[in-house]
Structures are given as C-alpha cells and as structure tokens.
C-alpha cells in the first residue's frame, strides 16, 4: 500500500484478553499486591484499555477493583465500562462525588468531562484514605515501564527469528509504558552493543509534552497528590483536547523516557488526529486489524519513516508496537469516516499559559 | 471453576480480524467471485459478524458490498456496522426502503425490527435484479458448511498433537457453518474409522428449529425467493424473539446437518437465554475472553456435560468452537449484569401456528 522500499513489522499486543497490551503489568502488579494481603486496588483509566486489564488482572487473583473512568471515555465507550464489570470491577464516571478531588472539579465545573490527571486524583484519594486499598498506575512509573519491556525483550528474539534488526523502532506516547515496553531492550543494544536503533515516541500534537513541553519537576496528577516527577510535561493543570485517544490524553511523560529523550538517545514525533486516523485506516484495509487511535499514532510515525525510505531510495527496517485493538473505538472511526473530525491546533501561547501556572522545581 | 473430572479444549476463532469463524468462508466466497470477474456482493448480516468477514474479504479483492443488516442488530450493535465502513463496505438497516421486500414489510409494519429471513431476501432481490451483482450467503447452504472445515481440519490434528481425541464436540447452532465447520471431520472419523464422538448442535431454547421443529422443504429467507431446501424449520414466516445472539436467529436449518439430526448422527440442545449468559459470564471470569452471546451457546453445552461428568465420576474430553468474541456485544452483557435480561419461553402452539402457515413440500 506505501510502495516503500522499508520493512515493516509489527509486535502485535491487540490479541490479549482485554485487547493491549496493559496486561503485561496489570498481572504483575495484581500478583504482587495478592502475595501482600491486599483485597482492593482503586485505580483510574482514560480510554478504559488499562481499566479492563486491571480488570481482567484482579479477577484472577480476586481482588476487589474500583477504577475511576475519565467521563469523557465513560460516556463515548460504555462497552470499556462493561468489560470491566464483566470482570468484576466497579466503574464511576470521573470526576465523581465520592471523593474531595472530584467533588472540588465538579463545584468548578458541573460539567466537566474529566481528564487522566483528575481520574489519577481520585483513585489515589481513595487508597489514601483506605487502610485496605492500595492505589494501581498503569504508566508513567518505572516498575510498570519496566514491566512492559516484556514487549520488546519478545520483539528482540522475534526479529533474530527474521534474520533481521530493526533500524527503527517506534510505539504511541501517553505516559511512557508502551513507548519503552517496546523500546527499552532495543536501547540496551545501542548501549551495550554499540548498535544505532533510532527509537521514536510518537504522541499527539494537541497534547505535546515531548516535542513542545518543559523538562521539570511536576506532579502525575492533577490535583497534585503524587511525588514530583522530574519528567516533560505541560504542566500537571493542562486540559488535554477531546481527541480519540484517551490513553494519550496525559499532560506528562515518565521520568526514565524524559531523562532519555533530554539526553538525545531517543526521538519524539508528533501527528495531528486526523493524519492518525488515516494512517490507522490505511493499516485496517491493508492489515485487516482495526488498531486503537493510541496506536494509529505509531503507525502514522511508521507511515512518514516508509515514506523518507522511498524518497531516499533507502530499504531501512521498521518495527513498531500494535499496542491494542480499536473494537471499542469504533464511534472515533464513525466520525472521522463520516467527516465530522476535526483537527485541534496548539499554539505556544496556550502551552505557556499552562506551564506559567506551575510552581514546582525548575530542573 | 466447574471442579469437573471432564477435559476441556476450544479451537479459538475469536482472533480473526473480524472476531469470528466467517472469514473462513468469506474469504474463498470473495476470491472465487473476484476469479469469476464480479465486481459488486450483496449479503444480509444477523449479528454483523458474518457483514463484518465478507466486508473484510471482499476489501482484500477490492470488490464493492452492500450489506442489509438486521434492523434491531443496527440499532444495537453500530460499532459493528462501523467496522463494515471501515473496511469499505456499504451498510442498510433491513427491512429498507431500497427492494420491493424491504417495502412490503414495512408498508404491514413500519416498525418492524427485521429479521435475517427478511435481510436474506433484500440482499438476493439487490443480486437477482442486477446484471453485475451477486449474493453471498455466511451460512446454512453446502459450500459454506464445507469452507468451514477448515475448523474441525485443524483441531482434529490439534487434538492428536495434544495426544487425545475428544469424546463430545460441541458448537452454536443458527444456520448451521459454526457446527459442521467444527464437527464435520470428527464425523468422518465416526464414519470411517468408527470412532464414536459425540457431536452436539446448541441452539437457542426461543428458536428451536432442530429440537422442536419439522423436517421439511422451506425456504431460506422470510419472502421464498431462495431454493426449497430439505431442513429442520420453524417456518420461514418464524419471527424468532429479540434474544442478544443475532447469528442464532434464523428459522431454518442447513440440509447436511439436518438430515445428519434427522438420522440421528448427530445431537441438538437447546438453552435459554439467561443461561446462556451465566455459562458466558464464568467462562470470560475464568478464561479471560469475552465470548460472544452465540458462542455462549456452546459453552452452556459443555457445562451441562461438564457437570454430568462430575455426576457420573467419569472424565471425557469435551472440544468446542470458540466462535468468536464478544467485544460488539457489550450492550447484551450489560443488560445480563444488570439484571435486564429476561427469559423467552415459546409455547408448542405458537411453533405449531407457525409451521401450519407453510405451503412448502413435506417430506
């Protein structure tokens, strides 16, 4: 379909139970806190991928989850919503009246559709306040980016299974789980073996915290209840657009992508929505899988690399993560086939108002 | 979970693009047209997972479908009807005003939800009033029934690599490709090598052609533009209540597998529908996929098998089709768990009632 002198591949994540590849630390992170006693876990979700592997995960080992769903994604994927409930979990629209973080939103703002940060508040207040519940995170931090670099640790001996390296690597950005899952064991190779994998995190340009934010100390959630993160962010108040990818709808990046990309070993990218819905389709007619819009945003970055090849005359080797299926995204696909997507435009007075707001550490 | 002595394997077809077992068929329906020069398909879809194959099929050899999807499935399941979008197909909530079928039923109700009886007749009118298009059909006639050997071709040398042969092989029942695709061989090895497995058709209690219907001449569709075929029927005229299994919905019966009932080669059970989802809802808990509500037919057989072993104190190994998953079906989980669903008893003089409005050929 491209006519590209590239090669591409792709680790497919979409054919896990609860369709990503989220279970990869949703079942380490249930396991752990079952050899600890626990009974509950609170936790949130933006497009419901993490929610129902956290799901999925708790039931095994039967343990209570109560997950706080960005209202947003509650409203235009209640399907995300049962699958966790078919699994056992309870789901409340975020922000909700159960908890102070929400409770302050909602008297700001009755109408509020919620954002990642917030959702984050709430399931954090929620173990806070609970002797029994600990709080679960399906990103951003180190044990649950290491975990997912189960990922690329298969990918590595999938490729030496082709008889080839990739020269580029590449996966969607939220908070950095899918990013390093994939990327981490191909870094090491540059690292220990001198090898020269470009890595490219590719993020959406109405929520640009890697290619237009500030390397600084800020906060995971909104409200301001998690440890300083030294990470890129764009500021922890910044309201992300209503963009079809509620797993990237996220103001920060975790702190181990963030120091690598500062230090220049790892690139960013960033693609409008509408140019990751057409890269999306592109690979549902030519692939037959319907990926997720989060993984449309990799795609269209694999996209624009084939593209440089066939320009360059160059055959470089693609690999990119086909972190989840797009069955419970089909409203977004409806929209953007039937011409009512539109594009959100970021201006840099916007990403300075929000970054003016901050008051956390300069790094 | 069932702390039953039986042994327990599926053949899972739920990882298909399209969720289910119909790319089986739909792919060799679209290459064999695509040989024959045709350049235009129309087709009916109950569920929307047989559409959601052949719109996926016939993207591959880039040729034009248009689909009539049973009213109450487009209303209910519009995430599957995007998915035929998705892949380039047209899609028409049936009964349409675009065929003088179509017209004719909603000029008696104008509210008619639709049946696949009636979406049947819609898509042949489409094929038998244009020179260029022709129609396709997922299920119940022979050559379906053969493509989707493929099933039981593979898990009988499944089977033997996992060093045993089952004792009962069990799959959903609407037209009747779901079952022969997976038991036709297992039937072979009956017939030829005398083995005695067991092969078990599961149908919906509220339409229940092959346990309490008649084994006559009837027609495929609800107008009688198909071919008389010798099946078990509740009378083309049925109109099978609104149970969340669109596939199973249909009043007739494939003529292989109903003279194979008929001499009894083969088994039929019926489930009502609230048990169908109790035996769906345990499986998802403990195996992690979600199956679809046809598919939970099948496993609402093997339980009751499962528990007979326990009963008895023998161990039988017990195979059956995984059809295909559940991740369009959300809304019917929902209504499940919520305590909405409720049961569809159908009365012998209502199947009665039917039957006597057919002037088709007895046998």
Request: glycine share 8%; hydrophobic share 40%.
């Amino acid at each position: 379909a491209l006519d590209t002198p590239a090669r591409i591949y792709y680790k497919n994540e979409s054919v896990s139970p609860s369709g990503s590849h989220k279970p990869n630390t949703a079942i380490p992170q249930a396991y752990y806190n079952k050899m600890e006693g626990v009974h509950k876990i609170s936790t949130e979700t933006g497009a419901g991928q993490w929610g129902s592997a956290l799901a999925f995960a708790c039931n095994i080992f039967d343990i209570d989850l109560e997950v706080f769903m960005v209202k947003i994604s509650y409203n235009d994927k209640p399907y995300r919503k049962t699958m966790m409930n078919t699994w056992g979990a309870k789901v409340h629209a975020s922000p909700s009246e159960l908890t102070d973080a929400g409770r302050a939103i909602l008297s700001e703002d009755p109408n509020s559709p919620g954002s990642l940060g917030i959702a984050i508040s709430e399931a954090i207040e929620i173990a806070a306040k609970s002797e029994e519940t600990k709080y679960s995170l399906g990103s951003v931090l180190n044990h649950v980016l290491l975990h997912q670099t189960i990922i690329g640790q298969e990918a590595v001996k999938q490729m030496e299974m082709a008889g080839e390296m990739p020269d580029i690597v590449i996966a969607p950005f939220g908070g950095g789980s899918n990013f390093a899952g994939l990327c981490f064991p191909f870094l090491r190779l540059n690292f220990e073996e001198g090898q020269n994998i470009r890595c490219i995190a590719s993020e959406p340009s109405s929520v640009p915290k890697l290619t237009r934010g500030e390397f600084r100390y800020d906060f995971g959630d909104t409200i301001g209840m998690t440890p300083l993160i030294p990470m890129y962010t764009l500021g922890h108040h910044f309201v992300p657009a209503p963009i079809h990818a509620g797993g990237l709808r996220y103001h920060g990046a975790g702190a181990i992508v963030s120091q690598l990309l500062h230090d220049k070993l790892i690139e960013a990218k960033s693609h409008d929505n509408l140019e990751v819905f057409e890269a999306g389709l592109l690979f549902a007619k030519t692939e037959g899988i319907i990926p997720a819009p989060e993984t449309n945003h990799a795609i269209a970055s694999v996209i624009a690399e084939a593209k440089r090849c066939k320009e360059e005359g160059v055959s470089k080797t693609i690999l990119f993560n086909l972190s989840g299926h797009g069955n419970f995204d089909m409203k977004a696909y409806e929209e953007y086939l039937s011409g009512k997507l539109h594009k959100f435009e970021i201006s840099d007075e916007e990403i300075k108002a929000s970054l003016d707001k901050l008051e956390t550490p300069k790094i």
